[in-house]
């Protein structure tokens, strides 16, 4: 027995020790943000559309973020948000929310999503990945299995956990307005 609990607590702290190399000072965030923010425009010149220059948003104890936006049609528009989740400590985890708000009969453009999410994310997804997630049955994929409650004006509520921890996560909502939107959040990339 103490062999097993001995093993538990050497994994345990391993697995602790391994994932504290992803803290990031403020200044550190800023550094990956803007670089975040080079690379989303390099991949939105590349489609003719416009990145606007998010502004970053300092709180109390240094807490960051930085919003980003790109319009892709009149009825279409992403907006990015990167934040470092340093809150009463000298380093935070950084991470990211893809929102994809498409209305009326607009349609996703699913590779130019990846393409952002892929930029942004530790963890890769797929077109495939998307295009059977938005095209699933809600049962298959129900936010309120998780516990989240679907407000009235939602028509459909879909929930993906990409891993067990919930660390990368896709998000699919359709209101009664026909606004759709598709969303990727999670851990980012390390640039460093």
Known sequence: MKKVLSLIVTISSLLCIAGCNNF??????????????????SITKKRNLDLVDGTLKPFEN????????????KNSKIIILLQNSEYNFSKGIESFSLEYCVDGND??????FCELANT??????????????????????????????????????????????EDWVLFYT??????????FSGVMKDLT
């Open 24 to 41: 990031k000072t403020v200044e550190q965030s800023q550094a990956d943000f803007d670089k975040i923010e080079s690379q989303l425009e």
């Open 107 to 112: 349609e996703f453009d699913i590779d130019f």
């Open 62 to 73: 240094q807490y960051c973020q930085k919003e980003i936006h790109i319009s892709v049609s």
């Open 120 to 165: 942004l994310s530790k963890k890769s997804i797929s077109v495939k990945v998307c295009n059977d997630f938005i095209t699933s049955l809600e049962d298959k994929y129900s936010a309120e299995k998780y516990g989240y409650t679907r407000a009235n004006n939602i028509l459909v509520y879909k929930y993906y956990p990409l891993n067990f921890f």
């Open 174 to 183: 359709e209101d009664i307005q026909k606004e759709r939107i598709l969303s």
